[in-house]
């Protein structure tokens, strides 16, 4: 199960999850410009979501498809791509299955996404899968939640919220510790939103628990090596190239890219 309820009001999501997304999409630009096929323009979303990425690099020119297992977040990008006249493909569909058509210069899979795929081999069916979808030499970008501490396994907690004229998403993320699987480095989290109107709570929307992967930096990189269609070209602590990932750089995440061999 990856639906977490919260996914189900992308409105909410929308507002709660923009605050870093130029960032993102500058960190998308710059790889393409160092590592990607040259003048790759078509570009793949996987777990696209509200679309914040998605749409922001539509409106700069890039080709994009987005696929989103929820059906409310696709309809989001689709009325949202209208509004804005901008000609997107989003469609429903599961990463760990994807239909999708085309020959993309560039996939990503940003904000822990990439760890709903639970197992070994349903990652590595995945990687081979976006590697089929690229173009020679074309690039997966992947960004997903890593322990800062290995004591913080299951027991991480974030909370963060964004504001636009009245309305505040606040934003609870959550990790249960007696759900950790210490074979199947599983552990279910937790999304909750909580959307206020001028400064009064109007609704409360507990996500419910998702179960999802551990994975951790060395074995991320054996599988890669592993799945023999990507080479991992730099790992990073945050949305910036300039610097890799290290112990002094390390945040909660980890920012990948990968290059189709
Ligand atoms: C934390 S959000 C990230 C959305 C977007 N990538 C971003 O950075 O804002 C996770 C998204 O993954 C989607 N999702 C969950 N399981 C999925 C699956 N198996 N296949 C495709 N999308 C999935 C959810 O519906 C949700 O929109």
Not at 26 to 45: H, N, Q, V
Not at 66 to 85: N, S, W, Y
Not at 154 to 180: A, D, M, N
């Amino acid at each position: 199960m990856s639906g977490s309820e919260v996914y189900r009001y992308p409105q909410h999501y929308a507002l709660g999850y923009r605050w870093n997304t130029e960032a993102e999409c500058a960190f998308i630009e710059t790889c393409l410009r160092l590592y990607g096929p040259e003048g790759g323009k078509r570009l793949l979303d996987i777990g696209c979501g509200s679309g914040r990425h998605l749409l922001a690099l539509a409106a700069r020119g890039y080709q994009m498809t987005g696929v989103d297992l929820q059906p409310e977040m696709i309809a989001h990008v689709e009325a949202e791509a209208k509004r804005a006249k901008l000609a997107v493909t989003a469609r429903v569909d599961d990463l760990r299955a994807l239909r999708v058509n085309g020959t993309f210069a560039a996939a990503y899979c940003f904000m822990d996404t990439f760890r709903f795929l639970l197992t070994n081999e349903e990652i590595a069916t995945h990687l081979r899968t976006v590697a089929g979808l690229l173009a020679p030499g074309g690039l997966y970008l992947t960004d997903f939640w890593i322990p800062a501490r290995w004591d913080q396994v299951g027991s991480e907690i974030h909370q963060w919220e964004q504001t636009e004229g009245s309305k505040t998403v606040r934003v609870f993320y959550l990790q249960h510790p007696e759900s950790v699987d210490p074979i199947q480095q599983t552990f279910e989290d937790e999304l909750v939103f909580e959307v206020q109107e001028d400064g009064q709570t109007t609704d409360t929307i507990r996500g419910g628990r998702t179960r999802t992967r551990l994975l951790l930096p060395q074995e991320f990189r054996a599988l890669v090596e592993q799945s023999a269609a990507f080479e991992l070209m730099a790992t990073h602590g945050d949305f910036d190239v300039t610097t890799p990932l290290s112990p002094s750089s390390l945040s909660w995440r980890m920012v990948s890219i990968l290059r189709k061999r």
